[in-house]
């Protein structure tokens, strides 16, 4: 499987400033960036799904000027959250799928944990 | 809309134990089915998987069988051993416009004792 990289592995901030979270396909070129966010002890969810080369596609409920994705490259993802607050603590997953690969496969990153002061 | 549940947990066992974790959904259409397993530290891996009804994906001894009149797909395994410790998330992709996205159940924390 493909492999795929966070960073930062964990990552305090203050409240009101931006935070912005790498993933990286190391070994393939992703065509499809998933990012998910899981709270304690529950399961993920999907935010949004980032095409390479295109916008962003938001889940309903996900402020997409909170949450800014970009898919720059076939091999990097970013995602920003802008004007942190302490309710956006929470563990952050990106996942990569490739139409070269059975798209149904995802591979996930190791996630980073966001905690807002 | 399409959801997973999964039997909560903790699930504690002694090794070679046999192991049973539930899962039921509800999707429109033909959903693939998923389990994936988040060891300490680690991502989610893919564990094993079935594309359609009666199919069973198997994977390290675990075992799951895509039961479309009960709507489940449930993992199992016979023996199971410390290194299996870990959380397991069933998933569904209901396919379509949602191809591509799949929908976790809350998982599963599975803790195995020598």
């Known amino acids: 499987g493909a492999v795929v990289s966070q960073h930062p592995s964990r990552v305090i901030c203050k409240s009101g400033t931006s935070v912005k979270i790498e993933c990286r396909s190391l070994d393939f070129q992703a065509t499809t960036m998933f990012w998910y966010r899981q709270f304690p002890k529950q399961s993920l969810m999907l935010m949004a799904t980032s095409n390479e080369g295109s916008k962003a596609t938001y889940e309903q409920g996900v402020e997409k000027d909170k949450f800014l994705i970009n898919h720059a490259s076939l091999t990097l993802s970013t995602l920003t959250v802008t004007s942190a607050h302490p309710e956006d603590s929470s563990f952050y997953i990106c996942?990569?799928?490739?139409?070269?690969?059975?798209?149904?496969?995802?591979?996930f990153g190791p996630g980073t944990r966001l905690l807002v002061l | 809309g399409n959801s997973v549940t999964q039997m909560e947990g903790p699930v504690t066992l002694s090794e070679e134990a046999f192991l049973t974790i539930n899962c039921t959904y509800t999707a429109t259409g033909y959903p693939s089915l998923f389990w994936y397993v988040q060891y300490p530290g680690e991502g989610l891996q893919l564990l094993l998987k079935?594309?359609?009804?009666?199919d069973k994906g198997s994977n390290k001894g675990f075992e799951a069988t895509y039961r479309k009149e009960t709507t489940s797909f449930h993992l199992e395994k016979g023996s199971v051993q410390v290194s299996d410790s870990a959380v397991y998330f069933c998933?569904?992709?209901?396919?379509?416009?949602?191809?591509?996205?799949?929908?976790f159940g809350q998982g599963t924390i599975l803790t195995v004792h020598p």
């Open positions: 996942s990569v799928g490739s139409l070269r690969l059975f798209q149904e496969t995802q591979y």
């Open positions: 079935a594309t359609k009804a009666d």
């Open positions: 998933a569904l992709n209901a396919g379509g416009t949602s191809y591509g996205k799949l929908t």
